[in-house]
């Protein structure tokens, strides 16, 4: 039977309809299946373009049921500035897997911060020690805001330390979310002396330069890499990497557009050196953190199977509380 149109979903809409908890939930799930090669491989394609660029991602998932997704993502980071636009826009098309009919279209920035601060916190459940009770984030915007909710889900954080080149960002990050998730939230200007203190680090920056040292990384640190979506941007000393338990969201993916990307560049490691993937420490090929003093990063690049999964419970979940608007492109 031919479905009854396809649904257009709006940011709003995907913000209602998608929890935090749940995406972990979806996330986790994703990784799982890749880890225990129940999946195609999802796809990339990157374009520059000035001042930012443009990617799509795809790839196929069976949930309830077959579904395809594609995300074309656009991302400027000096759009706030000069256009007062969102650093990152676009959509993703949800389509049925089974006969390619196009189940939604939905916006792509909501999904893409929940989907990423998700699989930062999924990472940090299997790879941070357990007991971790202090952060940094580095980059106080949206994706650093839901990299911490997301922390405060899977593990017992008590404190946390806010840095961004904007200091007032930085209070604004501080004050909001301290309220929020009721933890003690300081705004800082030294990077050094915060991740020092911490049992976790996340880089969700738009920088082009390495700016996490290795010197300021305590033993047993577990730090989430996650701003390097294009081979241009750039956060972490490429050394850190060579010296240090690497896990990856997609090998191949990190090794062009990661932090493994300047690593390698740097002949710093190998890709043999790499540890193995997220999704292979989630299905049990591979054990997590294996030390208390081990430093693991984890370079988190975006797959595409976490586009899907997010799409398909923000879909399903649309259609049982019929929100959005239906569209029939082929009357």
Same mark, same amino acid.
């Given at each position: 039977?031919?479905?009854?149109?396809?649904?257009?979903? @709006?940011?709003?809409?995907?913000?209602?309809?998608?929890?935090?908890?749940?995406?972990?939930?979806?996330?986790?799930?994703?990784?799982?299946?890749?880890?225990?090669?129940?999946?195609?491989?999802?796809?990339?394609?990157?374009?520059?373009?000035?001042?930012?660029?443009?990617?799509?991602?795809?790839?196929?998932? &069976?949930?309830?049921?077959?579904?395809?997704?594609?995300?074309? !993502?656009? !991302?400027? %980071?000096? !759009?706030?500035?000069?256009?007062?636009? %969102?650093?990152?826009?676009?959509?993703?098309?949800?389509?049925?897997?089974?006969?390619?009919?196009?189940?939604?279209?939905?916006?792509?920035?909501?999904? @893409?911060?929940?989907?990423?601060?998700?699989?930062?916190?999924?990472?940090?459940?299997?790879?941070?020690?357990?007991?971790?009770?202090?952060?940094? *984030?580095?980059?106080?915007? !949206?994706?650093?805001?839901?990299?911490?909710?997301?922390?405060?889900?899977?593990?017992?954080?008590?404190?946390?330390?806010?840095?961004?080149?904007?200091?007032?960002?930085?209070?604004?990050?501080?004050?909001?979310?301290?309220?929020?998730?009721?933890?003690?939230?300081?705004?800082?200007?030294?990077?050094?002396?915060?991740?020092?203190?911490?049992?976790?680090?996340?880089?969700?920056?738009?920088?082009?330069?390495?700016?996490?040292?290795?010197?300021?990384?305590?033993?047993?640190?577990?730090?989430?890499?996650?701003?390097?979506?294009?081979?241009?941007?750039?956060?972490?000393? %490429?050394?850190?990497?060579?010296?240090?338990?690497?896990?990856?969201?997609?090998?191949?993916?990190?090794?062009?557009?990661?932090?493994?990307?300047?690593?390698?560049?740097?002949?710093?490691?190998?890709?043999? &050196?790499?540890?193995?993937?997220?999704?292979?420490?989630?299905?049990?090929?591979?054990?997590?953190?294996?030390?208390?003093?081990?430093?693991? *990063?984890?370079?988190?690049?975006?797959?595409?199977?976490?586009?899907?999964? @997010?799409?398909?419970?923000?879909?399903?979940?649309?259609?049982?509380?019929?929100?959005?608007?239906?569209?029939?492109?082929?009357?």
């Amino acid at each position: 039977m031919k479905p009854d149109g396809t649904l257009l979903l @709006t940011r709003r809409d995907v913000a209602a309809l998608l929890t935090i908890d749940e995406c972990i939930e979806a996330v986790e799930h994703a990784f799982k299946l890749h880890g225990e090669g129940r999946t195609q491989p999802p796809g990339m394609l990157g374009v520059h373009a000035p001042d930012g660029g443009f990617h799509i991602k795809a790839g196929l998932l &069976e949930l309830n049921r077959s579904y395809f997704a594609a995300k074309v !993502n656009a !991302n400027f %980071p000096e !759009n706030v500035k000069r256009f007062g636009l %969102p650093m990152i826009q676009g959509v993703v098309v949800l389509s049925d897997g089974e006969n390619g009919y196009p189940l939604a279209l939905m916006d792509s920035i909501q999904l @893409t911060i929940q989907r990423t601060g998700a699989a930062t916190g999924v990472a940090a459940k299997h790879l941070a020690r357990r007991n971790s009770k202090t952060a940094t *984030i580095c980059g106080c915007g !949206n994706q650093g805001r839901i990299s911490l909710r997301a922390l405060t889900k899977v593990l017992p954080i008590e404190r946390a330390w806010a840095y961004d080149r904007d200091r007032s960002q930085a209070q604004r990050f501080a004050t909001e979310l301290g309220a929020e998730l009721r933890i003690d939230i300081e705004p800082v200007g030294d990077l050094q002396t915060a991740v020092r203190q911490s049992d976790i680090c996340v880089t969700c920056t738009p920088s082009t330069q390495p700016f996490l040292r290795e010197d300021f990384i305590a033993p047993g640190t577990f730090i989430a890499a996650v701003g390097a979506d294009n081979s241009e941007k750039w956060e972490l000393e %490429p050394a850190m990497l060579g010296r240090n338990k690497v896990v990856v969201d997609l090998l191949e993916q990190c090794a062009t557009i990661g932090e493994l990307h300047h690593a390698l560049d740097a002949d710093v490691i190998k890709r043999d &050196e790499v540890y193995g993937e997220l999704g292979e420490v989630i299905a049990g090929g591979k054990p997590g953190r294996t030390s208390p003093e081990e430093i693991i *990063i984890f370079d988190s690049t975006g797959m595409a199977l976490q586009d899907v999964v @997010t799409a398909a419970a923000v879909y399903e979940k649309a259609v049982r509380k019929g929100t959005g608007i239906r569209i029939d492109f082929a009357p």
